[in-house]
């Protein structure tokens, strides 16, 4: 057991080095890495699509790297909204880590992009624990999923910067209790933001992108208590 913590442990601080030094060097060129985490299903690719569209309206340099474990339809999904983007696939493992976004990022981001979104492997277990060389980490939950989501998962959403729900057009029919979810989000993780939005009714366009940005002008980013308490 003790070798198997250690190990995991050391893991983690590889990653970690790994993280720092692709976010000082994508920092270098003006680039700022959004990753995004949430269960399979709750429509982060139909969400990240339409920011990413929203993006090129603005004439917001952005590019999307999408995770999966098998298929490359995330990336033909998100490659509709007309920015670079590519797939990484992961043959099995359950998450990125930041040597795997590094080595794909090489020779292939454009110079000029400003947001680099980073679409993990669905999944809020093995992902929560690895930085990425984020600026921003969103974690986000369909109403369909339960309002004590946070509860089960309260690495991902303790670690979270900023939490999208979506889906909420079917909030009624879910009977999802917005007040209960909003409360136990700040159990796990006090004063992080919660965004409402639907891709489909058009609620909370722009939301992400608009944090995307504020974060990449080096506006404060929110600290979890999570986070201080590992620092």
């Known amino acids: 057991m003790c070798r198997a913590v250690d190990l995991q442990r ?27 985490l949430s269960s399979p299903g ?35 999904r998100l490659a509709r909204s007309g920015v670079p983007v590519k797939q990484v696939l992961t043959d099995g493992l359950c998450h990125l880590e930041a040597d795997m976004v590094a080595r794909h990022l090489h020779d292939w981001l454009p110079e000029a992009t ?3 979104f980073v679409e993990n492997v669905g999944n809020l277990v093995c992902p929560a624990g690895y ?21 089960k998962y309260p690495t991902a959403f ?3 910067q900023l939490v999208i729900v979506t889906k909420t057009d079917m909030a009624e029919a879910a009977e999802f209790d917005e007040a209960a979810f909003r409360a136990n989000v700040q159990q796990v993780n006090p004063g992080v933001e919660v965004v409402l939005s639907s891709v489909r009714d058009g609620r909370g366009a722009g939301a992400l992108l608009d944090r995307a940005l504020a974060t990449a002008e080096g506006n404060r980013v929110h600290t979890p208590v999570m986070a201080r308490a590992g620092a």
């Open 42 to 76: 709750s429509g982060k690719t139909a969400l990240l699509e339409r920011e990413l569209r929203l993006a090129g309206e603005r004439g917001v340099s952005a590019a999307a790297l999408t995770a999966d474990l098998a298929t490359e339809n995330d990336a033909r």
């Open 131 to 151: 930085d990425l060389g984020e600026s921003l980490r969103v974690v986000l939950a369909s109403v369909t999923e339960g309002e004590d989501k946070p509860l």
């Open 114 to 116: 400003r947001l680099l």
């Open 10 to 36: 050391a893991v983690l601080a590889k990653n970690e080095a790994a993280a720092q030094i692709l976010r000082t060097e994508l920092s270098a060129r003006g680039t700022t890495v959004v990753n995004l």
């Open 158 to 160: 303790g670690l979270a």
